[in-house]
């Protein structure tokens, strides 16, 4: 398989709440993983990314560690502000397929 | 530095129409890509540009939709004749040569009435 897949949003979160947003991931071999993030009315962002197994990718308080074992790349956030509300997308490339393969994204939400 | 610039931002047609958009990708990306992002769902790649050639287009609906970058810098990127499910956002990128990090433009947002 060749996916990206993403928990539901939206996610509703208060401020300073820790934050975690699921990605998971099939590929035939090792991709690159991302994290965009898009905010209203802009174009996608690269947050952060990691190239291999184990590794973190981290960003503005935004963390996110290469699991191979089980094919995920869970975004964490230990305490979110209102000016993170946005649209977050989990991505790979490689692994297979040259082709970059996007989640269906996930909204936050953040309430003062 | 300055962005992918994309260009219109936004545009109306019925369907049958033809459209056309336009991406300036960022000085000295010899990568270019582009996406369809419909209303709920991540970009889908419609087709990437290693300077002025054809990486991969596999998912282009060929019967309708058409890009080029003849000159290895702008793009555009055609549908002729657009369908009702053509409603998307339509987003440029691009990226330095064997570098897997994308700068996205802003998108334009089409509606096919």
């Known amino acids: 398989g060749n996916s990206v897949t993403q928990m539901e949003g939206p996610v509703t979160l208060s401020e300073e709440a820790f934050l975690t947003i699921n990605c998971t991931y099939t590929?035939?071999?090792?991709?690159?993983l991302f994290w965009y993030v898009q905010y209203p009315g802009e174009g996608l962002q690269l947050l952060l990314k990691?190239?291999?197994?184990?590794d973190k990718g981290s960003n503005k308080g935004f963390e996110a560690t290469y699991r191979k074992e089980t094919t995920s790349f869970h975004l964490e956030k230990g305490s979110v502000q209102v000016s993170d509300s946005a649209v977050y997308f989990c991505?790979?490339?490689?692994?297979?397929?040259?082709?970059?393969?996007f989640g269906r994204g996930t909204s936050l939400i953040v309430h003062p | 530095e300055a962005g992918v610039a994309q260009s219109p931002r936004y545009k109306i047609i019925e369907k049958r129409q033809s459209v056309a958009f336009w991406c300036n990708p960022i000085?000295?990306?010899?990568?270019l890509y582009w996406y369809q992002q419909i209303l709920g769902q991540g970009p889908k790649l419609l087709i990437q540009?290693?300077?002025?050639?054809?990486?991969?287009d596999s998912q282009l609906p060929k019967d309708r939709f058409s890009a080029e970058r003849l000159k290895g810098v702008d793009s555009t990127l055609k549908i002729q004749p657009a369908k009702l499910e053509d409603s998307a956002v339509y987003l440029c990128?691009?990226?330095?040569?064997?570098?897997?990090?994308?700068?996205f433009g802003p998108g334009t947002r089409l509606l096919v009435l």
């Open positions: 000085s000295g990306h010899a990568t």
């Open positions: 540009f290693q300077n002025n050639g054809v990486v991969d």
């Open positions: 990128a691009s990226s330095l040569a064997g570098k897997e990090t994308q700068y």
């Open positions: 590929a035939t071999g090792y991709p690159s």
């Open positions: 990691a190239t291999k197994a184990d």
């Open positions: 991505a790979k490339l490689g692994g297979g397929s040259y082709i970059p393969t």
